[in-house]
């Protein structure tokens, strides 16, 4: 749902990613996930530090993040 309203708004799409990849399922997960946003998505691996990495303007960005559990 999140990625389809960045796509409907024409934001510039920016998804960031905090799982690692510890075990098959969340390999899996990853894939899946990575296959969902296609190429247009920009994507940001940030496992740590997530707050150090985003961009400091994100105007006209439409940011995901996946998953703020992990951080």
């Known amino acids: ?31 899946r996930h990575r296959q969902e946003r296609g190429e247009r998505w920009q994507t ?4 740590f530090g997530f707050g150090e990495v985003l961009p400091r303007n994100l105007q006209g960005w439409g940011v995901v993040v996946d998953c703020v559990t992990f951080l």
């Open 44 to 47: 940001l691996e940030t496992p």
């Open 1 to 31: 749902m999140a990625l389809r309203m960045v796509e409907e708004r024409n934001l510039r799409p920016l998804y960031c990613a905090t799982g690692l990849p510890t075990d098959s399922e969340m390999e899996e997960r990853i894939a």
